[in-house]
């Protein structure tokens, strides 16, 4: 299925392109984002990171087994301030990760709202799985806020050798729409 272009009251989520890789390594490739990720993800992070990524991670699978907006503000619909995939997985259904200049202000609250719904209801996923380094409150808290429910704590390996272990969790269809 096609990724659709979803919006919310103060957001456009679009299809990540190649036209937005420079914007996306502009903000992605900052210690302070990356430091939660998994220990896959290189540090310091190459500057062709976001075009290796790009060719050989969602060209590929982008429409099939995942789907992975950019996030742009309303207000400057040619920036992207961050990305949001779903992703077909046993494991992890959704990523995400937002420039620092634009934490504090709910818009990946927001984005992943409106990314579940298109789970749910375009996608048909029954039940999508979440992770988060332990420790990483911002994360935890987006899945709270969505009725996520933890299942268990694991060991990891994250950018940020501090990070050891790696929060699981789950949401249900039925909860979110409760």
């Known amino acids: 299925m096609k990724v659709k272009t979803l919006t919310t009251p103060r957001l456009i989520l679009k299809e990540f392109v190649a036209d937005h890789i420079a914007d996306y390594q502009e903000g992605f490739a900052d210690y302070e984002v990356i430091r939660h990720m998994n220990g896959h993800v290189p540090w310091p992070y190459p500057e062709d990171g976001v075009l290796t990524f790009f060719k ?10 995942l789907w992975q907006w950019g996030i742009f503000l309303k207000e400057n619909p040619e920036k992207l301030i ?3 995939s779903i992703r077909v997985s046993d494991v992890d259904n959704r990523g995400f990760w937002l ?12 984005a992943a709202e409106a990314v579940t719904d298109f789970a749910f209801d375009a996608l048909g996923f029954e039940i999508l799985r979440f992770t988060n380094a332990k420790g990483n409150i911002r994360s935890r808290r987006i899945k709270e806020k969505a009725g996520a429910k933890l299942v268990k704590v694991i060991p990891m390996k994250a950018v940020d050798p501090g990070y050891t272990e790696s929060e699981r969790w789950e949401l249900k269809k039925e909860d979110w729409r409760e």
Do not use: D, F, L, R
């Not at 991670?57 to 087994?65: A, I, L, N, S």
């Not at 420039?99 to 927001?110: D, I, L, N």
């Open 99 to 110: 420039a620092k200049p634009y934490w504090g202000h709910g818009y990946m609250t927001e």
């Open 82 to 84: 961050g990305s949001i």
């Open 56 to 65: 050989n991670e969602v060209q590929p699978h982008q429409g099939k087994t």
